[in-house]
């Protein structure tokens, strides 16, 4: 009976736990303007936990919950924002601590 309450107790700690993936994105940036715009947008996006813009490269890295949003999702947020995005890097999972 005391194993039975233990399960319990772990299954909603488990499954509560996010799965958090990374994709870098090849995006046009031009100056920090383009990279507020993003910021200011694409970090609302449902899932979106961390995003790093560098205009050097023309890249953004976005860390999101793969329970909550999809690749396909967030280059459809970029599209509406007016900054197309081609992904570089495929997506890879990140330690969700």
Known sequence: MLLSTFTFILSP???????????????????????????????FEKGV?????????????????ANKTDVETLLVAFKKIGKPAIVKEPPTKKDAR
Do not use: F, R
């Not at 736990?17 to 947008?41: A, E, F, T, W, Y």
């Open 13 to 43: 700690l488990s499954a509560a736990k996010p799965d958090k993936q990374v994709v870098v994105l090849s995006v046009d940036l031009h100056c920090q303007g383009c990279i507020d715009k993003i910021m200011k947008n694409i970090a």
């Open 49 to 65: 936990k961390d995003i790093v813009c560098e205009l050097e490269s023309k890249t953004v890295t976005v860390t999101y919950d």
